[in-house]
């Protein structure tokens, strides 16, 4: 689906059309669920929450400003829903059956403050690259997806994928990432 058939299908969808919100969920519902998937690692999880995604966007239709990238846009929204379904997760498994860490138990957590300016400088560079190459970093490094599966999800020849991430990297790594 291209950008322009996306902004319109989320106009219609913003105004009570399903049919619409139908069109965007046959187009996406294998991307989202594979990018869940690759971080919530478990196929019935992935599973409530690509539909809970499709529920959001359906809710959330009217916040969607036109005019960027849509894969990009929906692969932040499926990202972050599986990263906060994580969260909950880790505070309801129970004092007894979590794992006791490794090594020296007085040893120093990480600053937050540190990991907080490290995820904002990681999205500024991601900012920095072509929304092909970003969405193919997400999938790659976030979602944990082969690029032969990545090729089948956004459609692309395989050696496209291998060559826009080795582009999306050198770029990155110019802006100071190391990956």
Not at 25 to 30: E, P, S
Not at 58 to 78: C, E, F, N, T
Not at 84 to 93: H, S
Request: hydrophobic share 40%.
């Amino acid at each position: 689906m291209e950008n322009v058939e996306f902004d319109l299908c989320m106009q219609q969808v913003s105004c009570g059309d399903k049919d619409a919100l139908h069109r965007i969920y046959d187009a996406y519902v294998d991307y989202i669920f594979h990018l869940v998937l690759g971080i919530v690692k478990n196929y019935e999880d992935a599973e409530d929450i690509t539909s809970d995604f499709f529920i959001r966007l359906w809710k959330q239709a009217d916040m969607y400003r036109p005019g960027g990238g849509h894969r990009y846009y929906l692969s932040v929204i499926a990202h972050n829903m599986a990263v906060d379904y994580l969260r909950v997760r880790r505070r309801e498994i129970p004092v007894d059956y979590q794992e006791e860490p490794e090594g020296d138990v007085h040893m120093a957590a990480e600053d937050p403050y540190e990991e907080v300016i490290a995820g904002i400088s990681v999205e500024q560079l991601l900012d920095r690259l072509k929304p092909s190459e970003r969405e193919i970093v997400h999938l790659k490094i976030i979602g944990e997806q082969t690029f032969d599966k990545i090729a089948s999800i956004l459609n692309i020849p395989l050696g496209t994928v291998s060559w826009k991430y080795r582009q999306a990297i050198q770029k990155l790594r110019r802006y100071g990432y190391e990956a």
